[in-house]
């Protein structure tokens, strides 16, 4: 317990009067006064008694180990980097050093003084020495005191089972009807399938678009938006919202289950989630996604914007378009590579160029870095942006095969440490997200989308990007028929097993797995089964001809 005037002066943060008031009782004429000097000199006995530097170090541990920092946040400092003297003791050593004996009274004195306010004797509770660098004796917990607990831990754990057991075995009184059916519509509501079928995907009917929040662990809920315009999908396996329809992106998509790469490609993965039999969660002809960072950051749609984004969809709009509200740079100053350059530790040029180059099997003298302008319109970031269900699905095609290719130049390594684009190991635990964040500009841009900035705040739009002044664009490349013919060819290895690594590969794990030669082979196997049901049924009915109808003696 920290006691004012003897281990500190404590003062109101929000109150300027009580600080002044603070600083008159330590401040003299010429200097600090002695009783400055006591205060501190007690105050740092008492956060060395308290282990202060050793419950920090701890806290700030846990906090490393538990917290997700968004992609674009400016991260702290290890806690291996903080000094154990960061506080200035010496000053205040040194005046306490050349104290007499009675400057030693005065502090045995606050220490009994102390000890009476806290009703506790002082020598039981502090234990003072000469030797600044010495510090109190604590009864740490032995090992015979953790086997002792443990063995607790056990009994109680079986003492309950045993409960569980006796109550299981005891008679209970039958339900009533109503208890039975409310039991069993509690039941369904808990099923995954139920859930992802409520009262939301009703009041999405007939509407033309459904924008999802992607979002981990319930500490993101407050962040989050309520009506038919939004649906949460989560990240985390059971981290549902309460009496919501929200989407389990773990369980559509198996590859999730593993947090290596649910760390690796982080929000992503809800994308491919949800394009993963996009026909069992999403029936509307727009489709949209937005982090729940973007409330965070106070950049999330507004009334407004909702309306005018949910006009601009009713209307028989066939446009290619994407709608994007969170730029990239609000200052359109920064060069496009440039800026990923910053986010990814300096290696996005070098990455994409290499996987853009081995997931077109490019030689080595072929420039492949698409070029992107500096034209000052703005870019897309933090997954906040919505297009027609189609061209989702065309650009979902094109991120699983460059995120192969990318995941197949770190040779399939999952090892976090061997990451490029981090430099501190949270960032290397989520080594794509940075570069995931920004690629939907490079495919809308060079497949020849509309892009169109939508004010979050006013609910303006605004085209970028205008695509009459765009001199180099690699339409090749972004072309669907090679896309589509590169997939199947994917699909087929994956099918045949063809594939040449002997790592785990990432490809088939993302998404659905098809190509012509599996529906073929479905409709043979579909034929045949047919064709076997009908030879059955005409064998059994000769047999019935030839030997009559026999009908077995009852009772036998």
Known sequence: ?????????????????????????????????????????????????????????????????????????????????????????????????????????????????????????????????????????YDYPSQSDWDDLSEVEIFEDIEMREMEEIDERVEKPLLTWDEVYRNARKSERMKPEGNERDEGELERTGQPVCIYEIYRGEGAWPFLHHGSLYRGITLSKGGRRPRSDDVDAVMRLSVLEDTYYRDLLCEFGAMFAIANRIDTVHKLPWIGFQSWRAAGRKVSLSESAEETLEKTMAEENHEDVIYYWVPMDTDQTSNFWSMCDCLNAGHCRTLFEDAFRNMYGLPEGVAALPPMP???????????????????????????????????????????????????????????????????????????????????????????????????????????????????????????????????????????????????????????????????????????????????????
Not at 25 to 41: F, H, N, Q
Not at 70 to 90: G, H, I, M, N, Y
């Open 1 to 137: 317990m920290v006691t004012d005037g003897i281990h500190a002066f404590l003062f109101n943060s929000g109150d300027p009067s009580t600080a002044a008031s603070a600083f008159m009782r330590i401040l003299g004429e010429k200097g600090l006064l002695d009783t400055a000097y006591s205060v501190a000199l007690e105050g740092k006995l008492l956060s060395k008694n308290m282990l202060a530097y050793d419950c920090i170090v701890a806290h700030v541990k846990l906090l490393e180990s538990v917290l997700h920092y968004p992609s674009d946040a400016r991260l702290p400092l290890s806690f291996s980097q903080v000094k154990e003297r960061t506080w200035l003791w010496d000053p205040f050593e040194s005046k306490a050093a050349l104290g007499n004996s009675s400057s030693e009274d005065k502090r045995h004195i606050h220490i009994r003084i102390a000890g009476i306010l806290l009703g506790e004797s002082a020598q039981s509770n502090w234990t003072i020495d000469s030797d600044s660098n010495d510090t109190s004796s």
């Open 374 to 556: 500096n034209d000052g319109d703005y870019w897309s970031t933090l997954h906040s942006w919505v297009m027609p269900t189609p061209s989702f699905l065309k650009f979902i095609m094109f991120t699983r095969m460059f995120v192969d290719s990318l995941h197949s130049l770190n040779g399939n390594n999952t090892e976090p440490a061997s990451c490029l684009l981090g430099a501190s190991l949270p960032q290397k635990r989520h080594c794509y997200c940075r570069i995931l964040e920004i690629l939907v500009n490079i495919w809308a841009y060079h497949s020849g989308r509309k892009m169109v900035y939508l004010n979050p705040v006013t609910g303006e739009s605004k085209e970028q990007h205008l695509r009459e002044e765009r001199n180099e664009m690699w339409v090749k490349f972004f072309d669907f028929t090679l896309l589509k013919s590169m997939d199947e060819d994917l699909a087929e290895e994956a099918d045949d097993g063809m594939h040449p690594g002997k790592d785990q590969w990432l490809w088939p794990l993302t998404g659905q797995v098809f190509w012509p030669g599996i529906a073929d082979r479905e409709r043979e196997e579909k034929y045949i089964k047919k064709l076997d049901k009908k030879l059955k049924s005409k064998v059994k009915l000769l047999e019935r001809q030839k030997l009559g109808y026999k009908q077995k003696p009852l009772g036998q």
